[in-house]
């Protein structure tokens, strides 16, 4: 068994989730007039989701929650704001994943204050409902079973970020290229491709956090 469940996510599935989600907020009957992006995991949706409803404001507010690939580092808090007043808009804020709710929820209440907008829904890709606190007005997909989806807009460091883990656990700084692919395979069920694995690996052989004799 992986030790991180882990889905790896192709940009087909992303487009086709972002036209669905689209779809619904059509076939509700609502029409946004803005589209607010939760940076940065909500940018390429919402991005997709102004080509399908032919919406041209596309604004973002940038929360931090996740630090590291699948570890909560701090407390979700907005970065950079939303630096407009939207009043009497209908604002869809849109992430790619609803996963313990409190981006959606600091982003909400951030907007609220900030911009002051008529009104204010939201819409993601994935809502992990055994685990958050809100649920979206709009998503795709319910997810039961809590996962990691490896987003393909974050291969490169999601990899890092999983490759210093091994690293960490193992206590083990040298590695064969081969050998520490197959142990990432077998830690996280997924395969990134040579070329994710090697710019990953490049970049923590910089940062001076393992070695890899033949890469
Ligand atoms: P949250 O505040 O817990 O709802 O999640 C905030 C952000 O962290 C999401 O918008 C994603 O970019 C990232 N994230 C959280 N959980 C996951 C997950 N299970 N898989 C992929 N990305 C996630």
Known sequence: MPKVRTKLVTWEEVHDWAFRL???IEDSGWRPDAVVAVARGGYVPARLV???LDIHDLLSVQVLHWGRAAEIT??????????VKLEGKKVLIIDDICD??????VA????????????????????ISSVAKIKPDYYVEEVKDW????????RVEDTT??????????????WRFDELVETFKEWYGIDVGERVFRAAI?????RGVLKVGDL
């Not at 701090?74 to 630096?83: E, G, N």
């Not at 313990?100 to 929820?105: A, F």
């Not at 490049?202 to 910089?206: I, T």
């Open 22 to 24: 689209a779809r619904l």
């Open 50 to 52: 102004c080509d399908v």
């Open 74 to 83: 701090a407390k979700a808090h907005v970065k950079y704001p939303v630096p």
């Open 100 to 105: 313990t709710g409190d981006s959606l929820i």
């Open 108 to 127: 909400r209440k951030h907007l609220e204050e900030a911009a002051a907008p008529a009104e204010i829904r939201t819409g993601v890709m994935q809502w």
């Open 147 to 154: 996962v990691w989806y490896q987003y393909p807009w974050c």
């Open 161 to 174: 970020n999983f490759l210093e883990k091994i690293v960490a656990e193992t206590g083990r700084h040298e």
């Open 202 to 206: 490049e970049k923590l052989a910089a």
